[in-house]
């Protein structure tokens, strides 16, 4: 009998289960090493026999191949959730809409006619996020859009990297209203950047999603806990082995990979790096020159506990106005339709992005009142509350600062040869990208070794 190539993952977050069950999916042997608790922010804690997600999360269904990942990963128990998004900019509500509406605060036609002139020039490549947004839309949109970017990153988009991008709502913008904005997208150059809603018929620009007739879907138990469950049942039965609460020490190449832990050494085939280039730079090559060249959001997270009659008209709201201090509400028991609450009861989330110096941030519960009222302004929740609890986290989702690439492209350089080690893109941010990304990786360890 041939004997099933081992593959280490290193990191036990989201990206982590996905590179897990794509290997075993492959028949590989794996094994993953996870510092921390599985699923990372993808999971989930139990407060007054709630299962509070750690943020506001939802799947979404836009190509069939990562819906296929997550329902495998979720045993097929999901519940369709038909969301009622809104966003608010400029003091304005724009309904159907997770982006903000730049047209709240600059003028429509000025942003078209810099849009259209933007796609038809060649640009260099771009130096910082504020440059790459004024190449893709025109100078009136991207500082429009700068505004919304330092409410929810704290700090100018001038100092992160281009590839910022990809944990923004800034892929398209909102610049006209749906009639005018269908007729642009019908060139390809408009439609890359121009959105048009389409909360009436969600599933209209999702070409490639023939398995599931839903736009947007969540775990039937628990909540994100409840992913997180049902994961490791899930790779539990595909074989497998989990070291969960084990720091890593040091990674050896070799013939063979090895990851020597604080109590034991792994060697496999090969690895797959979910963990980040800077741990990944300090116990392999043993230098720390990418320390600093990332920005982690401190983030306050509220909790509420609310009867169900008070759960506002919204299932999902944005705030990207700067005098507020909540960026998203959502309602998770309104889709996990009371699997996630104790029975009567539901909850709202509200994420607030914050600074660690901070007042929020040292002493959230004194702005609870606070964050409640602007859950209602934003329409997600009405009424009152009657508990609440808070989180904080120094951080929450990460950036890469403008010089990170000059530091990280040396470093890519000299790993580039190593054919045992797939190191997966950490800024890769959205479910979606995440799945798409770690499997182009394992993909190519699978021609590696086929052509072995």
Not at 291 to 306: E, F, H, N
Not at 345 to 366: G, I, K, N, Q, W
């Amino acid at each position: 009998m041939v004997k099933a190539e081992e593959t280490i993952v290193v990191g036990g977050g989201f990206a982590g289960l996905v590179a897990a069950y794509l290997l075993a999916e492959q028949g590989r042997s794996v094994t993953v090493v996870s510092r921390a608790r599985l699923g990372g922010i993808a999971g989930g804690i139990s407060w007054r026999a709630f299962s509070l997600d750690l943020g506001c999360h939802i799947f979404g269904n836009s190509d069939d191949r990562t819906t296929e990942v997550l329902l495998a990963l979720l045993d097929n128990n999901v519940l369709p959730v038909h969301m009622r998004f809104a966003s608010h900019f400029g003091g304005q509500r724009l309904e159907g809409f997770e982006i903000p509406d730049l047209a709240a605060v600059a003028d429509s036609g000025q942003m078209i006619l810099e849009i259209a002139k933007a796609a038809s020039i060649q640009h260099k490549p771009a130096q910082n996020l504020e440059e790459l947004l004024v190449q893709r839309f025109g100078p009136s949109a991207a500082s429009a859009a700068a505004g919304a970017f330092r409410k929810i990153y704290r700090t100018d988009p001038r100092n992160v990297a281009p590839q910022a991008i990809a944990a923004t709502c800034f892929k398209r913008i909102r610049v006209v209203e749906d009639e005018v904005a269908r007729i642009l997208k019908q060139s390809p150059a408009m439609d890359a950047v121009i959105a048009a809603g389409s909360q009436d018929d969600p599933m209209q620009f999702y070409r490639d999603c023939e398995r599931a007739p839903y736009r947007a879907f969540y775990p039937a138990n628990d909540g994100m806990a409840g992913f997180v469950k049902s994961a490791r049942r899930v790779l539990d039965s595909m074989g497998v082995h989990f070291v969960v609460g084990d720091a890593i020490e040091e990674v050896l190449l070799g013939e063979r990979v090895s990851v020597r832990t604080s109590k034991q050494l792994y060697t496999a085939d090969s690895c797959v790096w979910t963990a980040g280039m800077e741990a990944l730079e300090r116990t392999l090559l043993g230098s720390s020159t990418l320390q600093g060249t990332s920005y982690g959001v401190p983030m306050a997270l509220y909790y509420y506990d609310i009867d169900p009659a008070h759960a506002g008209p919204y299932s999902y709201a944005n705030n990207f106005d700067s005098d507020d201090l909540v960026f998203r509400a959502a309602l998770p028991s309104s889709y996990g339709q009371g699997t996630n609450c104790p029975k009567g009861r539901a909850y709202l989330c509200c994420e607030v992005p914050t600074d660690l110096d901070s007042e929020v941030f040292a002493h959230p519960d004194d702005f609870a009142d606070k964050v409640w009222h602007e859950a209602r302004a934003l329409g997600v929740v009405t009424g009152s509350y009657e508990y609440f609890r808070t989180l904080t986290a120094p951080v929450s989702y990460k950036v890469p600062l403008a010089h990170y690439d000059e530091v990280a492209t040396p470093i890519r350089e000299q790993l580039a040869g190593e054919e045992r080690l797939a190191i997966t893109d950490e800024w890769a941010f959205t479910k979606n990208g995440i799945i798409g990304d770690v499997e182009r990786h394992i993909g190519a360890l699978a021609a590696i070794r086929r052509a072995a």
